[in-house]
Every structure is written in structure tokens, then in C-alpha cells.
């Protein structure tokens, strides 16, 4: 008796088993049709269109409200100049950078900051509405990062290098490196139009040697506008008058001669920088203006070629880079 109801359970559960397998059979052609058929349905979105004025876009993220300015600020107006379109866009509000005030007030007072830099610059700029110090590299940020660059149709790209002594500067510079080719896929958000070339993507100049140190494929002389640069820098006051989360009030003199002498030094400062960035690279300097202007060259402005983006020969470079002599 047991074995013949051990037989008949057996019977079913084969049975079922079968039944089971035919329904889900069924059900996944059914799925396999309707995919079949929304594919079918697809269309490509359209691409981004050319911009009609035959002017050069560059688009530029820092992780805070001067980090563009600093690293950026003398190409921007060299190009700004010449009728070409910059944007500078930080990546957080900055509200946290300062030794004696933070939050919403702060963050205020450095958007005018880049505001006035911008003026200066004669170019746009743009402050994300992110905490300082809590960007992060993720998916709705990445997002927010192609839109930007496909609104602004970029020929040019730059940002930090991902090796940075600030949690900030390395994940700018993730979530910028991640938009790389990104920016050209038709349906990674398709509600703003696609790239159908994936712009070159800069690196800024620094000074960290792990895993690599800097290589400075594009070097830029700056003479024409360093004035521009050194306005910048004091309009910047939080950070450079005021020395930003590392002063105290002994870096903030109050009395008129304390206030010009403090002027003077950040000048001097910002001044100094760009004399070394020329000095240390005289022989990339060389390579594009030739031994004798390079050797004149006061204050300059670096910049490493990123392999996420397109790797542009020496001719298109000089193009997107119309500053250089001929060769």
C-alpha cells in the first residue's frame, strides 16, 4: 500500500513539475515577444545639434567655489576673449570652507564670489546646491554631471585629477571621469540630447607624485591676462583674504593699511604660482611656442590629457587651444 501511494505522489509531482515548466515556458516568450516588440518600437533619440556660431565651448568643475578660478581662470578668459564660451560650475557650495562662518550664509557669499570672478573672466558660472565636503560619486550626481556638459555642447572638459589630498577634488573628479563616453550613449538620460563626439577631457595641475604624478601635455602662457587671474584671486575673499578654513581672525586684519597689506600678499601669492607653474614646465612651454617666446614667458597654466575622453592629436589641440604661435 505504501509503495504504491509513494508511486502516485511521484506521478503528481511530475505531473505539476511539467505543468510548471510549460507555464513558465509560456510566460517567458510572452516576455520575449513584448521585449521583442518595444525594441522594436525604439527609437534613437536625436542628437545634441551643432552649435551654429563655429565657437569653441569649454566647460570646467571644481569640487569647490574657486578651485576652477585658480587652476583655470587664465585660459578661461584667453578664451572668453576671443569670443569662445567658458563655464565654470562647482561641484559643491563651499559651506563649509571657512574658519568663522559656514552654512547657508556662507554658501551665499561664495557663489558671489565666483559671480564676480566670472565677470572678471567674462565667462558663466554655476554652483551646485551639494554640502561641501559630502560629494559623493553617485548616480544621480553622474547624472547631473553629463547633463551639464551635453547642455553646454563641450568641446573641452576639465577638472581634478582623482589623486587629491580632498575627498572632494577626488570624487569631481570620478564623477567627471565617469561621464566620459557616458555623455554620447543615446539612452543614458535621453531627456538631453547626446554628444555624437566625446569631448577631450582635461586634467588641472597639481603637485601629488601617488600613483602618478602629473604630466603636463598642454602648458598654456598666460602674460595677456594675469592681471585678470590676480583680481580673481582677491575677489575670492573667503579663501585668500581671509584664508578660509585654515585662518583665524590674526589673518584678517582690520585696520585700512592690515587690509591693502593682506591685498598685496595674495596677489604676490597667486602671482608667484603662475611664475612656477612657468618655470617648471619652460620645456613643454618650448614645445609649442618655441624656445625663444617660451623663454619669455612669465606665468602659465598646466593641463594633462585624460584617456576616458578623445585623445586629440597636436594639430587639433593648437585648434582647441588657438593661443599657440604656428608651428
Known amino acids: 500500500m505504501n509503495d504504491k501511494l509513494t508511486t502516485l505522489r511521484w506521478i503528481l509531482a511530475g505531473v505539476l513539475f511539467t505543468g510548471l515548466l510549460s507555464l513558465s515556458a509560456g510566460v517567458q516568450g510572452q516576455t520575449d515577444k513584448e521585449s521583442a516588440g518595444a525594441a522594436a518600437g525604439l527609437r534613437k533619440p536625436a542628437p545634441a545639434p551643432d552649435p551654429e556660431d563655429g565657437k569653441l565651448r569649454i566647460i570646467c568643475f571644481g569640487a569647490h567655489p574657486d578651485d576652477n578660478e585658480f587652476s583655470a581662470g587664465g585660459v578661461a578668459a584667453m578664451w572668453a576673449a576671443r569670443g ?57 550626481n553622474r547624472r547631473t554631471i553629463v547633463r551639464l556638459i551635453r547642455q553646454w555642447r563641450a568641446n573641452i572638459v576639465m577638472c581634478h585629477r582623482s589623486n587629491d589630498y580632498h575627498p572632494d577634488h577626488r570624487n569631481a573628479a570620478l564623477l567627471i571621469q565617469d561621464a566620459g563616453y557616458m555623455v554620447t550613449v543615446p539612452f543614458f538620460c535621453p531627456d538631453i540630447p547626446y554628444l555624437e563626439h566625446n569631448p577631450v577631457f582635461l586634467y588641472y595641475e597639481d603637485g601629488f607624485q601617488r600613483p602618478y604624478p602629473f604630466t603636463a601635455d598642454i602648458v598654456v602662457g598666460i602674460d595677456d591676462v594675469i592681471g585678470k587671474k590676480l583680481d580673481a584671486a582677491v575677489a575670492l575673499e573667503s579663501q585668500t ?25 595674495v596677489r604676490r601669492g597667486a602671482e608667484r604660482r603662475d611664475a612656477g607653474l612657468a618655470n617648471r614646465f619652460r620645456k613643454q612651454l618650448a614645445e609649442w611656442y618655441g624656445q625663444e617666446q617660451a623663454g619669455k614667458i612669465r606665468y602659465a597654466e598646466a593641463f594633462e590629457i585624460c584617456e576616458y575622453g578623445e585623445r586629440p592629436s597636436k594639430k587639433e589641440i593648437r585648434n582647441l587651444f588657438p593661443f599657440f604661435p604656428n608651428p
Do not use: Y
Not at 114 to 135: N, P, R, S, Y
Not at 246 to 258: A, Y
Open 241 to 265: 583674504l581671509e584664508a578660509g578654513c585654515n585662518g583665524s581672525e590674526k589673518s584678517c586684519p582690520t585696520d585700512p593699511q592690515g587690509k591693502q597689506a593682506r591685498v598685496e600678499a
Open 84 to 140: 569662445h564660451h567658458v563655464k565654470f560650475v562647482s561641484c559643491t557650495n563651499g559651506d563649509i570652507g571657512h574658519w568663522g562662518m559656514a552654512g547657508g550664509p556662507l554658501a551665499q557669499r561664495r557663489t558671489e564670489e565666483v559671480q564676480k570672478c566670472a565677470k572678471i573672466f567674462g565667462i558663466e558660472t554655476e554652483v551646485l546646491d551639494i554640502h561641501d565636503g559630502e560629494l559623493m560619486p553617485t548616480m544621480e
